[in-house]
């Protein structure tokens, strides 16, 4: 049975603590760090940079992935993948020819996910599966942690699932925003194989006990493919 992979969302860190919260995860361990980038136009507020891609990076060898939410993504992909991520997330939403983003990233060896929005239908993404390493489902509206998981979104990901597999595709499929022991194990019945999951990781004491949580409620209904 394969597993459910859990990234990080460092958005919940505290962040004047970073070495010990990125230590704090490793020893939970998750399997990916997630970045939140906001740039104020995209989203409403402003959140992370490269420099913290940057500074993590030298913390850590676990793989970095950084979550794009900004309105020119093709414009600084560059920064972000010399300044370490292993995986960049652009936004379909976002001003952007995403099918160039897409090749843009991966002509500099970087790996390439494509986000939508909960309001995005999949089948908008269908044409660019062929390239994409990875699809991000946002399960809330992106600028936010801890807001309720939006339960629709499911239905795309078992779309996007029976899409890969009909047409024997290899993208990931992730799921971001509100993730919690409770809503694990529909996530990974509807086909992901990877949650992102900020609060429910960070905000208790011990990050170990609430990992170990999620995996079994994940494990529990056995993972996606
Ligand atoms: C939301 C971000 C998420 C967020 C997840 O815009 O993309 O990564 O930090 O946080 P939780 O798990 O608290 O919903
Ligand atoms: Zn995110």
Redesign the pocket.
Known sequence: MRTVRIAA?L??ANLGQLEAEVKRMEAAQVDVI?I?VMDGHF?PYFALGADTVQAVRRLTRLPIEV?L?IQQPDRYARTFVEAGADLLIVHLESYHDPKRTISIVQDMGCRCALAINPMTLVEKTYSLLKKADQLLC?S?N??????PFIIEVLEKVRLAHSYRDKNHLHFDISI????TDETVGPCVTSGANQV?????LFAPKDACDASRLLRARANEVGAGG
């Open positions: 969302s958005l919940a997630h939140d989203v979550h939410m946002m809330v992106p600028g936010f942690m801890g807001q971001d925003g509100g993730v992102v999951v900020g609060r429910p």
